[in-house]
């Protein structure tokens, strides 16, 4: 078992410091997502394979000679009887102490999700929770704080980015590891393990978040604004996990195709030394006829003594002319009462009559041989093999019929226009492309509409002097649509929770 730990624990190692050197820093998340948790269970698997060999030996009679020495009994237990002992005790306490945090933990979530409120949407359960928390994800529940999420204050890439985390099933993950954890409670590359796959979590959610086309300057200040000292739960993914410097330089980062391939084939020789470095080799011996002779006493050992005299008397209570003998009972009757003292033979049952041998059979004929000008006749000469049929040739005007001619291949539909352009011959013409912007007609009007639906507003001033866009209320957006001219409003979704009206004013 030990010997086991130790292997697995290598394996183990060897995995994390090829992560940590060749893939962790590139932008190859969904990858790298698999290769964690493939890695810990081949550092389990590898150690369990075994290979096999055979080996033949030759006969060996090697007599080995046990003398009786008086040994002195001793009463008191060592410390090294005792040490098994302490260190499985010492195990289960640990395994005990794990387990409890991880019920301990999971039922604080399940609590959290029956006690509070939820809204629910087609895809997510929002939890919304009184005290002052950051956003974060167990499953497909996003635990939001219930003043912020009501005055919707949350920014929609943070929501997107816990339900990033919900939808690509991280959670399975955290479990996973965890469990683990309370098995190998005392193997301290399972916690850089899970340290690894955490992160990785974060990656493929950043990742998700600039695929919508979010600038990374801008969602790099909101991770600014959410880190915090505040601890998150240790099951679930939360957007303000720890290493936020490695997280900005890996959004920096483009990992080309080849790279991706170079990276993954490097696996190929590590996995390879691995298995042969940590698997195990065992030799089979076959025939082999080693005796060992053991002379503790003269002559056999009661036990043998027994053995034979069971034989013996199975043989001699049986009727000689119906008698089936087992050549493996007659070599052992043989070896066990050549073992035996003249005394130990006088004492046991008779060595049983075997009757004799019946005599071995005739050798079968063997096959005539042909030889060419002697007796290859036609009752010796086997039969030629039959020919193969010829293939048939077509020849026009003199067979060739329809059985004769294959078909030829159906023509092509041509479609055309008035004669055959019916919808069956005629392709779908493509989909278009959805609008994401759209220009409004009656702007005061759509402002009031879309304030009572939730949506928020931003005013943007256009020139020399361009200025980000600052958010305003429904009222200043009214105002600024009646004092000032030439206003452009555009109204935004970009698949969000609420709808984004831009309200651009020409500069001054």
Known sequence: MELYLIKSAACLGAFLIFYKLFLE???MHTFKRFYLIGMVLLSFIIPLIIFTTYSETSEIISPILITHAMSTASNSITFLELLP???????????????????????????KIKRNP??????????????HVIPHTFFNYIFLNKSSYDAKDIPAEVLFHEQTHASQKHSLDVLFIEILQ????????????????KLNHEFLADEAVLSKGVEPSYYQKLLLVFSSNTPSPHLANSINYSLIKKRFTVMKTQTSKSKVWIRSFLLLPLLAILIFSFSTTKEIEQESSELV???????????????????????????????RVKKSDVDRLTYLYNLMSAKQRKNAVPFPNFPPLPPAPDKAPEPMR????????????????????????????VNDTEANIPPPPPKATKVVKGVNDTEANI??????????????????????????????FYLYEEGPHFK??????????IEVMKKVKGVTVNIRDDRYLYTIVELKVPGC
Do not use: H
């Not at 006493?297 to 008698?323: C, H, T, W």
């Open 182 to 197: 309370i098995i190998f409670w005392f193997n301290p590359l399972i916690y850089l393990t899970k340290n690894s796959i």
């Open 427 to 456: 392709p779908p013409p493509p989909p278009k492309a959805p609008k994401t912007s759209t220009p409004v007609k009656d702007p005061i009007k759509t402002i009031e509409k879309l304030a009572k639906e939730g949506a928020q």
């Open 25 to 27: 820093n590139e932008n």
């Open 85 to 111: 002992a302490i260190l499985w005790m010492i195990y289960f306490i640990g395994v005990a102490f794990f387990t409890f945090r991880f019920s301990k933990n999971l039922s604080t979530i399940l609590l």
């Open 293 to 323: 002779e053991n002379t503790i006493q003269e002559g056999a050992s009661k036990a043998q003594v027994k053995e034979y005299n069971k034989l013996a008397k199975k043989y001699n209570d049986l009727d000689q002319n119906n008698m």
């Open 468 to 477: 980000d866009g600052r958010k305003i209320t429904k009222e200043k957006a």
């Open 118 to 131: 939820k809204f629910k949407t087609p895809s997510y359960i929002n939890v919304l929770l009184r005290e």
């Open 370 to 397: 042909v030889v060419k000008g002697v007796n290859d006749t036609s009752a010796n000469a086997p039969p030629p093999p039959p020919k193969a049929p010829k293939s048939i040739k077509v020849i026009k005007g």
